[in-house]
Each structure stands twice: as structure tokens, then as C-alpha cells.
């Protein structure tokens, strides 16, 4: 028995801070990517490409 007295509490603590961590690793890659130019389906949820600033031919001097 763990010395804390509760039984996998340690397990469920360390699980949920992978999971966690997993998350996180999944938005920075995803906001990542979004930032050069690499869109994923994560993306296309958390930044609907109606949402997205296009530059125009007009603002690019072309």
C-alpha cells in the first residue's frame, strides 16, 4: 500500500497529467503549424477558415 494510504491514486494523478500534457503538445503543434501556413483538420476547428485574414491582391501591391 502506497504511504499516502490511498491505493492508484499515484496512477490516476500520473495519468491525468499525461493526458493533460498530451493536449497541450497537441494545441501548441497545432497553433504551430497554423502560424506557418500548415492548416490540419485540428486547425480548420479551432480557426474556421472564414475566420482566417487573407491579404488581398490590393494590399500586396500586386
Known amino acids: 500500500m502506497p504511504v499516502d494510504g490511498t ?3 499515484s496512477r490516476w494523478i500520473i ?3 499525461t493526458l493533460l ?3 497541450l503538445l497537441g494545441i501548441t503543434g497545432t497553433l504551430g503549424g497554423h502560424l506557418v501556413g500548415i ?3 485540428v486547425s ?3 480557426f474556421p ?3 482566417r485574414s487573407v491579404p488581398s ?3 500586396s501591391g500586386r
Request: proline fraction near 10%; avoid cysteine; charged fraction near 10%.
Open 7 to 9: 491505493p492508484g491514486l
Open 15 to 17: 495519468a491525468g497529467l
Open 21 to 23: 500534457g498530451s493536449v
Open 39 to 41: 492548416y490540419t483538420e
Open 44 to 46: 480548420n476547428v479551432m
Open 49 to 51: 477558415p472564414a475566420l
Open 57 to 59: 491582391k490590393a494590399a
